[in-house]
């Protein structure tokens, strides 16, 4: 059999297609559109794909969107299964006020991130979940597997598109995060960079305080590579399929392995 995840942020639509709907699966095939283009999805991509079995998507994108991608399910006869965070699954509790109002992109990093924590020994398993996508989310689990809560802010390219439409000299090209930057285009870049890392700083140490030990520090997200340098200082893991994961933990536990159409 196959299974096929879908991770749709406000940016790109993010898909694989595992062996099964387990977490150590292998993955077989996988890709990302950018939201404009998901029409064209079936005929560039999953018409070539073995028909999947199953499958469990992440939806933060709205009901239009979830709506044409539910069409191309369809042509497979495929009954589309969109996650809503719940008080409890994976192995985390989740410790929002109303659990379902948490992104369900949230919610399966989370799962995935325990699911890591997990497999690395009881002794580091707080974890501390940095999602760079469209907005970054900066989200900690303690020890046990309890979501305490975290933040939501701008990714790059609101930060930037907030500066430029909102002044008159701000308009400029894409620079380089720097230390000491000394033109507009590296000043923009740097200042995004370090909004970011900063906020991921204190969010670490303030988690660190909390639990009484280092916790795992796991980034993912499209532009996660953006924030390379934050390894020089804290002990950042880049990992690529941290949402994947989760649904897979998730569906595994559900029982999806084998949907009917
Ligand atoms: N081909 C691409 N098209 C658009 N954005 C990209 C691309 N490659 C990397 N990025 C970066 O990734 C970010 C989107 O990351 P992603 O995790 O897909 O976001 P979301 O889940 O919010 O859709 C963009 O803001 C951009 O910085
Ligand atoms: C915070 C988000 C906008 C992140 O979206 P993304 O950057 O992945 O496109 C999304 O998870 C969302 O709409 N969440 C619902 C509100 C919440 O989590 O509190
Ligand atoms: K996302």
């Given at each position: 059999m196959?299974f096929?995840?879908i991770?749709?942020?406000?940016?790109?639509?993010?898909?694989g297609?595992?062996?099964?709907a387990?977490?150590?699966?292998?993955?077989?095939?996988q890709?990302a559109?950018v939201?404009e283009?998901?029409?064209g999805?079936?005929?560039?991509?999953?018409?070539?794909?073995?028909?999947?079995?199953?499958?469990l998507?992440c939806v933060?994108a709205?009901e239009?969107?979830?709506?044409r991608?539910?069409?191309?399910?369809?042509?497979?006869g495929l009954?589309?299964?969109w996650l809503v965070a719940?008080?409890?699954?994976?192995?985390?509790n989740?410790?929002?006020?109303?659990?379902?109002?948490?992104?369900?992109?949230?919610w399966?990093a989370?799962?995935?991130?325990?699911?890591?924590?997990l497999t690395q020994?009881?002794?580091?398993?707080?974890?501390?979940?940095?999602?760079?996508?469209t907005a970054?989310?900066?989200?900690?689990l303690d020890t046990?597997?309890?979501?305490?809560?975290?933040a939501i802010?701008?990714?790059?390219?609101?930060m930037?598109?907030?500066?430029?439409?909102?002044?008159?000299?701000?308009?400029?090209?894409?620079?380089?995060?720097t230390?000491?930057?000394?033109n507009?285009s590296?000043?923009?870049?740097?200042?995004?960079?370090d909004?970011i890392a900063?906020?991921?700083d204190r969010a670490?140490?303030?988690l660190?305080?909390?639990?009484?030990?280092?916790?795992?520090?796991?980034?993912?997200?499209?532009?996660?590579?953006?924030l390379?340098s934050?390894a020089?200082?804290?002990?950042v893991?880049?990992v690529?399929?941290?949402i994947?994961?989760?649904?897979?933990?998730?569906?595994a536990?559900?029982?999806?392995?084998?949907?009917?159409?």
């Amino acid at each position: 059999m196959t299974f096929l995840v879908i991770d749709i942020g406000n940016t790109r639509l993010k898909w694989g297609l595992y062996e099964q709907a387990h977490p150590e699966s292998p993955l077989l095939h996988q890709g990302a559109v950018v939201l404009e283009d998901i029409d064209g999805l079936w005929e560039s991509a999953w018409q070539h794909l073995p028909r999947p079995e199953g499958m469990l998507g992440c939806v933060v994108a709205g009901e239009a969107i979830k709506r044409r991608v539910e069409e191309h399910l369809n042509r497979w006869g495929l009954q589309p299964r969109w996650l809503v965070a719940t008080p409890r699954a994976g192995g985390v509790n989740n410790g929002y006020d109303h659990p379902h109002r948490l992104g369900a992109d949230r919610w399966a990093a989370l799962v995935g991130a325990r699911h890591e924590a997990l497999t690395q020994g009881v002794a580091r398993a707080a974890a501390l979940v940095i999602m760079v996508g469209t907005a970054v989310t900066i989200d900690a689990l303690d020890t046990q597997g309890n979501f305490l809560g975290g933040a939501i802010m701008p990714g790059f390219g609101l930060m930037l598109r907030a500066l430029e439409t909102g002044t008159a000299g701000l308009k400029v090209p894409m620079g380089t995060a720097t230390d000491f930057p000394t033109n507009t285009s590296d000043a923009l870049t740097s200042g995004g960079t370090d909004a970011i890392a900063g906020a991921v700083d204190r969010a670490y140490r303030r988690l660190a305080r909390r639990e009484g030990c280092d916790p795992l520090l796991l980034m993912s997200g499209g532009a996660a590579p953006k924030l390379l340098s934050l390894a020089d200082e804290l002990p950042v893991r880049f990992v690529d399929h941290l949402i994947f994961l989760g649904l897979l933990v998730l569906a595994a536990e559900q029982g999806l392995g084998r949907q009917t159409s």
